[in-house]
């Protein structure tokens, strides 16, 4: 769920696992064709949103939303709706696995950080991040620059602002609860650069 360019989904196929995707974003999703073309395979992908899901004909034993994506969806009432649409899609004994991000408490982030992808010889793209955090709504946002650069000069660039919304386990628990889950544990796992994910598994509820 919200599978973007596949990042997730394609390793899992190769794999010899059957993944179904879900974004709403026609862009990510023409990425994600693109590198399944590169590999030879041939994956499903709906470009439908979590919150107006519908897929008559599917229902699945697991559900993964990756990398702090759920968090994109900053309104209590959509990301309540999302999840029980995703509830609705599940089987009987279905599971799923969501990837949580909480800033640490004395957490510091930069004022701003800056990244350039080189394309080739002449081009490259520049992102520059700066981060706000809105402590009593907990949101942390990302205002992001974006520039592309033909030798050395700026030709094209734009702007947006990422939000992510972040929880307190009761929190969290209770919208999963609400939802028709049954919260069944909490795991940390650490992954490379030491970032630390929060991976809510929940259940069907009985």
Known sequence: LMSGSGRLQIPLVMRGFMVDGVDNSRA???????RCA??????????QSLEEMNLPD?????????????????ERKQALACLKKIYEHMTN???ILID??????????PPGV???AQLDDRYAIRQTVRYMVR????????????????????????????????????????LVLEAGFAVK????VEFERGHVSRIVEAKIGE
């Not at 990510?28 to 693109?34: N, V």
């Not at 229902?59 to 969806?73: K, N, P, W």
């Not at 949101?139 to 700026?154: N, R």
């Not at 544990?185 to 940390?188: A, D, P, R, T």
Request: a negative charge.
């Open 28 to 34: 990510m999703l023409e990425k994600f064709q693109e």
């Open 38 to 47: 590169a590999f030879q395979i041939s994956p499903i992908a709906f470009e």
């Open 58 to 74: 599917r229902s699945y034993e697991l559900a993964i939303i990756a990398v702090a994506s759920f968090q994109l969806i900053n």
């Open 93 to 95: 004994e279905g599971i």
């Open 100 to 109: 949580l991000f909480s800033p640490d408490k004395d957490q510091e982030f």
């Open 114 to 116: 800056e990244r350039l």
């Open 135 to 174: 402590e009593q709504d907990k949101i942390l946002e990302g205002h992001c620059h974006y520039a592309l650069i033909e030798d050395g000069k700026i030709i094209q660039d734009e702007s947006e602002i990422i939000s992510i919304v972040w929880y307190e386990d009761d929190d969290f628990i209770a």
């Open 185 to 188: 544990k909490i795991h940390e």
